[in-house]
């Protein structure tokens, strides 16, 4: 039997990175590069083997993404596994995930550990993203997995997984839903599918996007905040180029009393999305009274995001601007995330 044609792409991070002179890791491998140090790979599948850049996640644009899934939708494969820095990966990942549709596996990996270090991961965490490409269940499903993240052995729907400690092995997790699967021995082991229908709901909508990137600001809202930055942004000249806001909110989707009003406004100006700073898990509606409550920042205009986390808020909020959706479509949007 044919083995699965699969095609992995290269984007940078610690995964492929080598030492300089002085020690000091810096963007270099290729995707052959990582092919070559996992010889298992070819008992697996027809690996291709393609470098897209060699740049840190934390460096990446939304274009390059956008760019990304382009090249995705143009391959003629069983399965694809893109490699990338881990810091961005939750919200790369979620964009892949709201642009592409497709019938094939997409599985994007990382490593925590680089490959100077005595036990890196990148190697073990390639070879278990191409074995989930090529599972036989992953892909009769793959559509409605939609893109997932391989980590340590684990699989996550992308749209749920978030990292969570800058250095450890076990830095990424799905605390909403659990992963998808385990790899055990030469095994993937599924355990859920992801309820994936707000995702397959706004689709539609982003069939056609601009090219140019909407410039969406993220605020995490803290204790005894003033709210004097959003203030100089609804003043500025043009509001500095954002085209919306997200506002990492308290608890079920409250803001200080002192800066609700600024909220208020600012809502009037760009649309606005609210979402939990606590990392997710759906909002309040409809609970509390009071001038700052769920109830009140929902009168005032603010979009909600429930349970989405705020950085794949501002994901989805940079997506639905590209769309040129209005504000009562891009609330409509963000109504199926609870
Ligand atoms: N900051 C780099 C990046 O995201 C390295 C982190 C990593 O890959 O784990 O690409």
Same mark, same amino acid.
């Given at each position: 039997?044919?083995?699965?044609?699969?095609?992995? #792409?290269? &984007?940078?991070?610690?995964?492929?990175?080598?030492?300089?002179?002085?020690?000091?890791?810096?963007?270099?491998?290729?995707?052959?590069?990582?092919?070559?140090?996992?010889?298992?790979?070819?008992?697996?599948?027809?690996?291709?083997?393609?470098?897209?850049?060699?740049?840190?996640?934390?460096?990446?644009?939304?274009?390059?993404?956008?760019?990304?899934?382009?090249?995705?939708?143009?391959?003629?494969?069983?399965?694809?596994?893109?490699?990338?820095?881990?810091?961005?990966? $939750?919200?790369?990942?979620?964009?892949?995930?709201?642009?592409?549709?497709?019938?094939?596996?997409?599985?994007?990996?990382?490593?925590?550990?680089?490959?100077?270090?005595?036990?890196?991961?990148?190697?073990?965490?390639?070879?278990?993203?191409?074995?989930?490409?090529?599972?036989?269940?992953?892909?009769?499903?793959?559509?409605?997995?939609?893109?997932?993240?391989?980590?340590?052995?684990?699989?996550?729907?992308?749209?749920?997984?978030?990292?969570?400690?800058?250095?450890? &092995?076990?830095?990424?997790?799905?605390?909403?839903?659990?992963?998808?699967?385990?790899?055990?021995?030469?095994?993937?082991?599924?355990?859920? #599918?992801?309820?994936?229908?707000?995702?397959?709901?706004?689709?539609?909508?982003?069939?056609? #996007?601009?090219?140019?990137?909407?410039?969406?600001?993220?605020?995490?809202?803290? &204790?005894?905040?003033?709210?004097?930055?959003?203030?100089?942004?609804? $003043?500025?000249?043009?509001?500095?180029?954002?085209?919306?806001?997200?506002?990492?909110?308290?608890?079920?989707?409250?803001?200080?009393?002192?800066?609700?009003?600024?909220?208020?406004?600012?809502?009037?100006?760009?649309?606005?999305?609210?979402?939990?700073?606590?990392?997710?898990?759906?909002?309040?509606?409809?609970?509390?009274?009071?001038?700052?409550?769920?109830?009140?920042?929902?009168?005032?205009?603010?979009?909600?995001?429930?349970?989405?986390?705020?950085?794949?808020?501002?994901?989805?909020?940079?997506?639905?601007?590209?769309?040129?959706?209005?504000?009562?479509?891009?609330?409509?949007?963000?109504?199926?995330?609870?």
């Amino acid at each position: 039997m044919s083995k699965p044609r699969i095609h992995i #792409l290269a &984007l940078g991070g610690t995964i492929a990175t080598r030492p300089d002179a002085t020690g000091a890791m810096q963007m270099g491998l290729g995707a052959d590069d990582l092919v070559a140090a996992v010889p298992r790979l070819a008992a697996l599948a027809e690996v291709a083997a393609e470098t897209v850049s060699r740049v840190g996640s934390h460096s990446l644009s939304f274009d390059q993404i956008h760019a990304l899934a382009a090249k995705i939708r143009a391959l003629e494969v069983d399965g694809v596994v893109v490699t990338q820095g881990t810091d961005t990966l $939750e919200e790369t990942g979620f964009l892949l995930d709201l642009l592409l549709d497709l019938d094939i596996p997409v599985v994007v990996t990382a490593a925590m550990r680089n490959p100077a270090l005595t036990s890196p991961d990148g190697p073990g965490n390639l070879l278990a993203a191409v074995r989930v490409a090529c599972d036989p269940w992953m892909r009769r499903h793959a559509r409605a997995l939609g893109v997932m993240a391989v980590m340590l052995d684990e699989v996550y729907a992308v749209a749920d997984v978030q990292k969570a400690h800058p250095t450890r &092995l076990d830095a990424f997790v799905a605390p909403q839903t659990g992963p998808l699967a385990a790899l055990v021995e030469d095994r993937v082991v599924p355990m859920s #599918l992801p309820v994936r229908d707000a995702i397959v709901a706004a689709r539609p909508r982003f069939a056609s #996007l601009s090219a140019a990137t909407q410039p969406v600001a993220l605020f995490w809202i803290s &204790l005894d905040e003033p709210g004097r930055v959003l203030e100089a942004l609804i $003043e500025a000249p043009d509001h500095l180029g954002y085209r919306g806001v997200v506002l990492g909110a308290m608890g079920g989707g409250h803001l200080p009393e002192r800066m609700s009003g600024t909220a208020g406004r600012l809502a009037g100006i760009l649309p606005t999305v609210v979402s939990p700073r606590a990392g997710g898990g759906p909002m309040l509606r409809h609970t509390y009274g009071g001038p700052s409550s769920e109830i009140a920042v929902r009168e005032a205009g603010l979009i909600w995001g429930g349970r989405l986390h705020p950085l794949k808020a501002r994901v989805l909020l940079e997506t639905c601007l590209r769309a040129g959706l209005d504000r009562a479509a891009i609330g409509e949007v963000f109504d199926g995330w609870g």
